[in-house]
């Protein structure tokens, strides 16, 4: 019963999004929903002590006038059309970790294109054991399902299609042209706004499921970073110094990022090499890699193959394959 009136409560929600800055009469939400207008006026004044300013007139209805600070599932899936990525959510308004609680989902049997999104994440994770955080409704946590019918040695390209589009996303909302360092850093100016970590669930041969995890710095104020992180990272606020709509950004991720999944599994990983390719910030220029294990390895990147692995040029002249790890500039 209560996770039934709190669903009523979201459809409402996000019916009052979708209409934006036109009222919806109680009578037509009573229909659209399936409840009676009552019930629409007691979730309307629940909304109200949540935190949301809905202007109620008579004979014309409600209107969204104003929104908490952060994201909701609400705004999250209003007007989205893609077919399959974020058409189930599960929203956590605090989480330790969307990638932890996203793999145990995958675990459980989460269907394809199903995502793990927070306010607030406490233990976020990044590669190679790095921690990753997140200011609460101020930038954006989430963790993506995906259920590929690929090899277990291609999901690894999983990572260059999604940083692909989290920089299409973020050129289309904040008008700027970020770069990607391999494999999962978006870059802009040498700072940091973009995290990806992918793991993958399989046995032998077969992929159950590939979660991908992505962290970026939306409304962080400039001067929250301090220290080492004062050259390393940035956010979309500091960088363009406007405020950005966390949930209008992770709808066109949502769709860009199916707009590029969907032809990659029916041609392959050629659609999304070049694209790749035209971001990258470390071809050509000597780097050093650094392997899980802790050995470094010093070359001139090459770019990467047709299967979507570091091609590195030794001193000798040899080309080394890289698979994963973290790369430095020289």
């Not at 809905?54 to 929104?67: H, P, R, S, T």
């Amino acid at each position: 019963m209560v996770r039934s009136m709190a669903k009523t409560k979201t459809e409402i929600l996000k019916l009052l999004y979708e209409n934006g800055d036109r009222f919806l009469s109680g009578q037509r939400i009573s229909e659209l929903i399936g409840c009676s207008r009552t019930a629409v006026w007691k979730h309307i004044r629940e909304l109200n002590e949540d935190g949301y300013r809905i202007e109620a007139v008579q004979k014309k209805g409600y209107q969204l006038k104003d929104a908490p600070e952060g994201l909701n599932e609400a705004a999250l899936t209003a007007g989205l059309e893609t077919e399959t990525i974020g058409q189930n959510i599960y929203f956590y308004e605090t989480i330790g970790s969307t990638q932890k609680q996203a793999l145990r989902l995958a675990d459980e049997g989460a269907e394809d294109g199903t995502v793990v999104i927070t306010n607030f994440q406490s233990a976020g994770r990044g590669r190679l054991g790095n921690t990753w955080q997140s200011a609460r409704g101020t930038n954006v946590a989430m963790s993506l399902i995906l259920r590929p019918d690929l090899p277990i040695e291609e999901t690894p390209q999983l990572t260059l299609l999604t940083a692909v589009a989290v920089a299409d996303t973020i050129e289309r909302q904040a008008g700027i042209h970020c770069g990607i360092k391999w494999p999962n850093d978006i870059l802009y100016n040498g700072k940091k706004l973009v995290g990806i970590l992918t793991e993958l669930q399989a046995e032998a041969t077969y992929v159950k499921s590939v979660v991908i995890g992505i962290g970026i710095n939306v409304n962080t104020d400039s001067d929250a970073f301090s220290g080492v992180l004062l050259t390393k990272a940035t956010s979309l606020k500091a960088v363009t110094g406007r405020t950005f709509d966390l949930a209008a950004l992770v709808r066109t991720f949502f769709q860009t990022f199916e707009d590029l999944y969907r032809p990659y599994l029916e041609k392959g990983f050629a659609i999304i090499k070049p694209l790749w390719e035209s971001r990258a910030v470390s071809l050509g220029k000597k780097i050093k890699v650094r392997q899980a294990d802790g050995q470094t390895i010093d070359g001139v990147a090459r770019g990467i193959n047709d299967e979507g692995v570091l091609m590195l040029e030794r001193a000798d002249h040899r080309l080394t394959r890289v698979y994963s790890a973290d790369v430095e500039w020289s």
